[in-house]
């Protein structure tokens, strides 16, 4: 019966010492946003936002396939154009970056501006690679 109730103690203070005072605090996870605390309208918007994007991520994903063939091409011939290599580069970074743009500032005008602080702590994530 004593080791039972020295077991109960135990058992008690281990549990005791592991509670979580922050198991209820927010988790951020990667492009969940969660963190915004979005009405329903908002997340509509978003969503709606994202769909029409859709086709357009779609050909800029044909695009940099396109383009990342032409590079391997060019990196195989034994005659390496350098200058080449940097403009096909830029046109997948530049095409990249005017979606990006694209669709930050479409999200941004749906947030209020404790909102936009938030996702602009988060942005990175946001970004093509």
Do not use: P
């Amino acid at each position: 019966m004593k080791i039972l109730k020295i077991f109960l103690i135990l058992c008690s203070i281990f549990l005791f010492l592991n509670g979580d005072d922050d198991y209820k605090k927010y988790k951020h996870s990667y492009k969940n946003l969660n963190y915004l605390n979005l009405d329903e309208k908002q997340v509509k918007a978003i969503k709606n936002i994202l769909l029409e994007l859709k086709d357009e991520y779609k050909e800029f994903y044909e695009f940099k396939d396109d383009i990342e063939d032409d590079i391997e091409d060019l990196i195989e011939e034994s005659n390496f154009d350098e200058n080449l290599y940097i403009q096909k580069s830029m046109e997948i970074k530049k095409k990249a970056t005017i979606l990006e743009a694209k669709r930050i500032k479409k999200i941004l005008e749906i947030l209020n501006e404790e909102q936009r602080d938030e996702f602009a702590d988060h942005f990175k994530e946001w970004i093509i690679e």
